[in-house]
């Protein structure tokens, strides 16, 4: 494919609170842009990483100083060399290094003294050795921090800018310019992209080589290149994923702004195995990474070609609203190959409307497909192919067309490209080409790629791309689509779940029987079957007799984890005789299994005889993206079903629902054959339940539903197993969510100056209804005092914005709402909105308040501001400032009275207030 320029793919509209974090000083402008650099190592040893580092450097002009540092050599290359970093006449920027691993820390000690911003470690030697290795990267992290200094590396082949020049690796040549960025964890990945890309002529905006990964990762990278001009998409070359936290924080903020595409290796578990020994880091769950990507809006695509292609395709063609695909084709062999490629990757082919069938049959020789793909046969001249493309672009039940020509005796390529290229922009979904053959069709090739219309060599690969498209729409459109409801959780019942775990793990155990498990449920709204625990005999009798035959009896055991594996279920119970031969079965087979302490008793509960669905739903612990959910087919043949998704948590019911349509069983659940459709609202409430039991309680490890059963009348938990954390973990080693959850200990009551009951609590998804109502109640000076100028109403409640405003990062910014609740009509509203945003050092932040008219005078700014000052206290935040208009005497003086500093802010008619926290 030809390789061009690349577009944005989405333009937002951006609150000035989110503008904070694009203009700060970019931290990383020292590996980057710097204004000069020092190589340390640099030499005139033929073939040695240290000359040529220092070539590549001085032979391009990137408008900096080079410095060899080398203490045997008066000079390198003729310039001059220094002893040591402390003796170069300027205060450095950046250090490239390539002396021998173990002089690396002391090298990067005396840096961090001299004042150095940054270092690339070209090195080798570290962590994949082994221990040794670990403990040289240890003191080399130590050295840096105590400086602030950021590294790149070790074991990398360096970073190029080839817009400005700068090249400070070993390859051979430094890349042409361009705007897509390249990050790759190989370096020997990257001088092969590097040689291919020269060849082909495709540029780079940044050329980067991360190695290790010591302390710059893919977050870091991802943050600095969504405020870069130059680079408006961002390829991945991964193997692993690193600081997840870190890295979903990045992508879920750049996505929608900037296409970001990964290729990861590891898909097998021998790949896996493979990368971890070249990188020396663990390798989480394929599938759970999966899962990461969709949830921060990131594509993944299989092989090195498919990254270049959909960068292309995303610059040159609308993302498809849908996965539906109309096929145009003068052959049937190689629609049918396009045609099977969509249906293995989950795509659709699109069912041709009634009105199209018509215009088609009219224009078309009697022998055409009469369906989707639409052959119009061998013979097809410029214009049947012409009017037959114009009668699927009009169809509504597609989301996209490929054009597929096979160069046959009656076939005129170049024609035909010629009439089709007027229609390379249908604006509403994406056109795609596969012009088949060498020589012949090459012109026509060429025709349709200079009119914006990506052409490939053959259809498959077309359709392939074609649901890489909507998969990537799909995933962007979830980032940050309002959710139904709020699901609420109460304090209280997080209070009482903490205690009973505390009171097991006390008792040493680990291992939470089922009735404790599904009263853990209970306690979070997740619906469970009565299940009731006996002793003895008669009180299983006795239990039955009030719960209603038929009955179920299960081992209720401390310490047996699964219970069908010592014969401990009887189902189907109908008397009382039933019942006591149950009770001896059970307590029999325990006794024979050689476990005859472990047996303390049975659960008691109703048999369910409805049809309905059995589920599983649960959640275990991934090496490197902490708690993951499980959703899918259940009951006894679940492995063999192999039916389910992941998740990672927190849910909304956005997500929630969107887990449930992966998995096959959803049709089902959705109503057919006569049966009707199980309440799926129900069940996304559900699983965000379940998620937030996941993420506020640290200690579980392992929970599982099996079976969770829903039919359209009811759903409950039929039995339920939660495992936890050892006696050996501490609170603070204990895993972490890959996303930070709701900031539930930011939620406070409070009341007005004048008496009015008043929530503040940080802001949700599910908001955006309440904030768009929210603005309707502002004036234009209250406006203009926020946003510093005007701003029209149908800009400021636009869903783009919106939900940019109500989706927070909370590791990056924390939105507090004032919330008051009618009395009378229960009705919510937001009476004033506050933000705390990070700014790029993170350890500054930038705050704004808004505060509805009606409500002025009430004390609430002044409350909001306190909130978000404790808040920066509690999030590490050192200092917080703000852009006040010089009039707003009002703001000021609330400034004032919290001890900020009002000063200058270097624009005209603006102040910055300013407080500095210990």
């Known amino acids: 494919m030809e390789k061009s320029a690349v577009k944005k793919t989405a333009q937002l509209l951006q609150d000035p609170a989110h503008d904070v974090w694009r203009d700060q000083p970019k931290v990383l402008d020292a590996v980057f842009k710097p204004k000069n650099v020092a190589v340390i190592g640099a030499t005139e040893k033929k073939g040695s990483v240290g000359r040529i580092l220092l070539r590549n450097l001085i032979s391009q002009s990137f408008g900096g100083t080079v410095f060899p540092v080398n203490p045997k050599r008066p000079s390198v290359l003729g310039i001059k060399a220094y002893e040591s970093i402390f003796s170069v006449p300027e205060k450095v920027e950046l250090a490239v290094v390539c002396s021998p691993a173990q002089t690396v820390p002391g090298v990067i000690g005396e840096c961090a003294k001299a004042g150095v911003k940054g270092a690339v470690i070209i090195s080798a030697g570290f962590k994949e050795l082994g221990a040794s290795g670990e403990e040289l990267e240890r003191e080399i992290l130590n050295e840096a921090r105590r400086g602030g200094m950021r590294i790149i590396g070790p074991n990398c082949l360096g970073v190029m800018n080839p817009v400005t020049g700068f090249n400070a690796t070993f390859a051979s040549r430094i890349a042409h310019a361009g705007n897509v960025a390249f990050i790759s964890q190989s370096g020997a990945l990257c001088t092969a992209i590097l040689d291919w890309s020269l060849h082909e002529h495709v540029g780079f905006s940044a050329f980067v080589s991360l190695g290790s990964m010591l302390d710059i990762g893919w977050g870091d990278l991802i943050d600095y290149l969504e405020n870069d001009p130059d680079t408006q998409s961002i390829l991945i070359y991964m193997e692993t994923v690193g600081d997840a936290r870190s890295f979903l924080s990045a992508a879920r ?243 009482w779940v903490e205690k009973e775990i505390r009171t097991a793990r006390e008792s040493g155990r680990t291992v939470l029987t089922e009735f404790e498990s599904k009263k853990i449920l209970e306690a979070y709204g997740i619906p469970v079957v009565e299940t009731r625990v006996a002793g003895g005999e008669e009180e299983a009798v006795d239990l039955a007799e009030k719960i209603g035959y038929p009955v179920v009896l299960k081992l209720h055991s401390f310490s047996i984890t699964h219970k069908t594996e010592v014969n401990g279920v009887r189902l189907n119970l109908q008397d009382a005789a039933a019942v006591r031969g149950a009770w001896r079965s059970i307590r029999s087979s325990v006794s024979g299994a050689g476990a005859a302490d472990a047996f303390n008793g049975v659960c008691v509960q109703p048999m369910v005889k409805e049809t309905g669905f059995e589920l599983i739903i649960g959640s275990s612990i991934d090496a490197q993206f902490g708690p993951v959910i499980l959703f899918g087919s259940g009951g006894q043949w679940v492995e063999i079903l192999n039916d389910h998704t992941l998740a990672i948590p927190p849910l909304t019911t956005t997500l929630a629902r969107r887990a449930i349509e992966r998995t096959r069983i959803a049709a089902a659940l959705k109503g057919m054959r006569g049966m009707k459709a199980v309440d799926l609202g129900l069940l996304e409430e559900t699983l965000v339940r379940f998620s937030r039991l996941v993420v506020e309680q640290p200690w579980i490890r392992e929970v599982d539903i099996n079976p969770f059963f829903v039919s359209p009348t009811r759903s409950a938990a039929l039995d339920a197993r939660i495992l936890l954390h050892g006696p050996a973990a501490l609170p603070e080693e204990l895993p972490k969510p890959a996303i930070r959850p709701y900031p539930t200990e930011y939620v406070t009551s409070w009341k007005t100056r004048d008496g009015l009951p008043v929530t503040i609590r940080p802001i949700r998804p599910e908001d955006e209804p309440m904030l768009v109502r929210f603005h309707y109640t502002l004036s234009e000076q209250t406006i203009r005092r926020r946003y510093l100028r005007a701003m029209e109403l149908r800009q400021r409640i636009a869903h783009e914005r919106l939900v940019r405003v109500c989706f927070n990062d909370y590791d990056r910014e924390i939105a507090l709402v004032v919330e008051r609740s009618d009395a009378v009509s229960g009705a919510h509203e937001i009476l004033a909105v506050g933000r705390l945003s990070r700014l790029h050092d993170r350890a500054s932040a930038e705050f704004a308040l808004l505060v509805t008219d009606a409500f002025h005078n009430r004390g609430i700014g002044t409350q909001l501001l306190r909130l978000l000052v404790e808040i920066a206290g509690k999030e590490k935040i050192r200092q917080v400032s703000a852009g006040i208009l010089s009039d707003n005497s009002q703001m000021q003086r609330i400034c004032r009275k919290l001890g900020f500093e009002i000063g200058p802010d270097g624009q005209k008619g603006i102040v910055r207030a300013v407080l500095h926290l210990s």
């Open 253 to 495: 903020q750049v996505a929608l702004s900037k296409p970001i595409i990964v290729l990861k290796a590891g898909r097998t578990a021998a790949a896996a195995k493979a990368a971890a020994s070249h990188t020396g880091s663990l390798v989480g769950s394929d599938e759970v990474l999966d899962a990461g990507f969709r949830r921060c809006g990131v594509l993944r695509v299989d092989q090195i070609s498919e990254l270049f292609d959909m960068v292309e395709i995303l610059a040159k063609q609308p993302r498809p609203k849908g996965p539906k695909l109309a096929i145009l084709t003068n052959a049937g062999g190689p629609a049918v190959l396009a045609t099977d490629t969509l249906a293995r990757g989950g795509g659709e082919v699109a069912r041709l409307s009634g009105e199209t069938l018509e215009a088609l049959n009219a224009m078309l020789p009697p022998h055409w497909s009469r369906g989707n793909p639409v052959d119009i046969l061998g013979d097809a001249d410029p214009e049947r192919y012409e009017k037959a493309f114009l009668a699927l672009a009009k169809d509504a039940s597609n989301d996209g067309l490929l054009m597929v020509l096979t160069p046959q005796a009656m076939t005129e390529p170049t024609e035909i490209a010629q009439r089709l290229k007027a229609y390379a922009d249908l604006k509403d979904k994406p056109v795609l080409a596969s012009w088949m053959g060498g020589a012949e069709v090459e012109a026509g090739r060429e025709i349709l790629n200079r009119a914006g219309i990506p052409v490939f060599p053959y259809p498959d690969d077309a359709a392939r791309m074609f649901h890489y498209m909507w998969q990537y729409s799909y995933n962007l459109k979830a980032l940050y689509e309002t959710p139904t409801c709020n699901v609420e959780s109460g304090a209280a019942h997080r209070t």
